[in-house]
Each structure stands twice: as structure tokens, then as C-alpha cells.
């Protein structure tokens, strides 16, 4: 069920638009007589230098943010021969501490590295599909 | 109008600051669901997220997983090896991951730690729930005996790692005992310095699968490596074979020995314009239950294709070799080449450390009598 909207009041629409239109021809009539070069506005005076710089850093950073979020998941990367290669994701950060990576390939489309893990000493042997 | 102006600049830099910091979410515990079952030899005692992050890009959510476990040993046998599946979605590539832990040795009632760093893929279309699932694999104890679901093939992995560690322990044992410090420095240093190819990277095309061949490749025959003692012997194989592109690897192997084989894994390798080989990939069955009867011939074959790299530069590819380099009998039993298979056919200086090797090399690293004390231990 949608309730019912409260009944608008009366309102003179025609002497509104009227005196909208006149208001309107006054204010060109007036910029017309004053003529010359127009002073600067108030809000224009205050869009320039690190202003300015900052604003367009701002929408800068907004629009790389939305292309990045509208930007596919790059598992499957273009290659250069028109093949779709896929980065083994060698599995995201690496540690700076790890010293020596053995990395292994599987011919049923797996890959993975060996290396001895700086927080918990153990070998660690990874593998992802 | 000043007030204004105020409210205009803070909203765009609020903007800004909003969507960079959308780029990447802290990753609460609650979002990774940990799976141990509740009459599993190991318990789940801590999870720290630690730097988990997530990221929503597009349709997908990018997992860097980086949590430390808290275990302990709950049954009544020595743990020697663990492996955890680390799932996001199984679906596409990307999305589902292994991590093991050869070559422990915890007590009854003693707690390990096991840290998990992996990069993921999800569908952000996968809607609400934990964004990673990691539960038990298997565990391998003392006595080669397994416990888990071994939906990975765990167990055999698990146990060659054990095998190729008393191998190579061996190995290095003999040298201390023939050559002394002198001679276990220079062994290890050998080690240290086995070629090694940068991580392949894997190709996903429709034409991988093809026997056909593609612009510019060629058909390659495999050379085989023979080990007297392996109860499989390779056959014949070929793989396509473009740059340093290659793929499409099949290949025939005979049963020689007198009990059926359910999985065969076979060493391949390339060889540069200068004649130095590389391990390129390990080549399993592909069929899943393979039944390899004692003097039968099975063909198999795999779709993947990867280009191979070494420092950054392409591999121009001249040769292949293959070898048998795992065997699981139909009774349980796993086959790796012996030291005397290594050194006989030179595959020892080729072939990259094994787990074990790498352990002992970054004890090295502390101090060759830390080596030695290691290898002093029964």
C-alpha cells in the first residue's frame, strides 16, 4: 500500500514566474550599464594559487580512484602475443627478510616457491592454483 | 560565504582521503574462518590477522593474507609435517592455495606456529562470509603414519620431503665424515648456488591444450635420465616448444617393478644455448586415480604452457630432459631418486634444494658449527 501524498497548498504559480522574469531583466539591464571590465568575484579571487592546487590535486586523487575501482581484477593479464598470461601471484608481499626463494612449477598449471620463513624459522613450501 | 567555501574544501578532500583509503581494508579475524576438525591431532589455540588487508577493485576483492596460527599438538604421535588449504573460491585461478611445513618435529602437547602469506582472488559477487577459508589438508607424523582429507595429495608431498631429508642429511653427514669442515662448506656452498629459473609464468589460452602446432613453435623430444632403481622408466615425450615458451608436455611411462603405481611424477628439464640445464616444471599423471599395473604403459599428458625466465631475461629454450622424480605405489609406498641416482647422472648439481637442503643452508647462515651440530642430531 502507498500512502497517500498531503494535498499541495494554493500557491500562485503566475505572479511567482512574473516577478521571477522581471527580477531576472533587471539584473542583465543592470550589468549592461555598468559595462567595462567586470571586477573579479569574491569566490573567484580565492580559487587561485595553493587553492586552486589543492582542488585539483583533490579531484586528481578522486578520479584515479574511480577509474582504479571501475579497473577489472588483474589475475588474467594481456600478454604481448595475445595470450592471456597469468602472473603467478607469488603470493602477494614478500617478506625482505627472506633471503632465498626456490620457486617450483607444476605442469598441471601450479606454482609455488620454498623458503624459510623469518617470523616462525620453519621451511615453508607454498603452492596456488 | 566563507563558512561555505570551509564546507566545499572539506568535502573534496574528505572525497579524496575516502578513496584512497578504499583501496585497502584491514582484514579483521572474523573474516578468515579456520577449519580444524574436532578429532584432528592438532589444535587451533590463536589467529592474528596480523597486516591482513583486502582490497575491492572492480568485481573482485584482493586478499594479502599475512595471519599468524597458534597450534599445539593434541595426539599422542610426533607431528613431522603439516599442510593447510587456503582457500578464497575455487572457481577461477588465483583463488585457492596450499601451505606446508616439511621437516617439524613437535612433541605431544607442544604448540608450533604456522604463518600464512598468501595473495587471493575472490568474486566480489560471492557476497557475505569469511573471504578465506583454511582448514587441514594433513598432517604427517613421526612414523610416516597421516591424518586429513588429503584433498591436495598432501601425504605423498609430505613424505618425499621426509625421504629427500634423510637424503640429503646423509649426504651432507658423509662429506663431514670424508672431507671434514672444509669439505661440508664447499658442498654447501654448491648447494647455495644451484641455477635457478625465476618463477614461470603460467599461460591461460584455449590453444595450450592443442597437439597442433602454433606460429614459430616446434616439436621437442623429451631426452630421458634412466634410474636403474626407480619402478618407473620414461618412455618416450614431447612438448611444444616456442622461445622460451613451452607447454603442452606428453609423456609415456612403463611400470618395471612388480606393484602398481598410482601417481608418477617426472623432472623437466631445459637446457639454455649454453648447454646449463634448469628445472623447469614437475610433469604429474594427470589422471587423478591412475592404476598403473606392474609392466604396463600409460601416456599422460598436461595443458599447461609457461614461459620461462632466468634474471629477469627470456631462456632462449634448446633442449629437454625429463626424469622420473616421484613414484607413489598402489600400497602407499613413495619413490624419490637416491643420492647415488643424483650423482650419477650429474642431476645433483641441476636439480634445486630440496626442502630440507634449505633449511640447512640458512643454518649455515648462523655459522657453519650451527650446520654441523644440526646434522650431529639423530
Redesign the interface.
Known sequence: MVAEWPAAPELPWEDLAAEMRANIRLRVAAGECEGGERPQT??AA?FTGW?AA??L???A??V???L?????????AP?GDG?????????????PRI??V????????S?G?????P??G???????? | MESRAAIWWLAIGALGAAAGLAQETVLPSSAIRIDIPKDSPVALLTLDPRDSRYTARGGAILVDLDALLGMRNTGSNRIHGITLRVVSQEVAMGGKASVSIPRLNIAPGETFPVHIVQHLVRPASLGPGPLVEVSLDGVLFQDLSFYGPDRLHSRRDMIAWEMEAQRDRDYFKAILARSGRTGLQQAILREMDRPRLDRPTMLRTPAASSAALGAGERSERFAFVSFPDAPVEPVSGTAMVAGNQVRAPRIEVRNRGTVAVRHVEIGWLVKDPSGREYLAASVPSSQPDLQLAAGGTAAFAQDAAMKLSRNGQPLDIRGMTGFISQVELADGKVWVPSSRNLDETALRNVLPPSPEAIRLTELYRQGLDALIAELHKP
Open positions: 569574491e569566490g580565492r587553492r589543492m582542488a590535486a583533490s579531484l586523487v578522486v584515479a580512484a574511480g582504479l575501482w571501475r579497473h577489472p581484477a588483474p589475475p588474467v600478454a595470450m592471456a598470461a597469468t602472473e603467478a601471484a607469488a603470493g602477494g608481499r614478500r617478506d633471503k632465498d626456490t620457486y617450483s612449477a607444476n605442469a598441471d598449471g606454482t616457491d620454498s623458503f624459510v620463513d617470523v616462525t620453519y621451511v615453508t613450501v607454498r603452492r596456488e592454483w
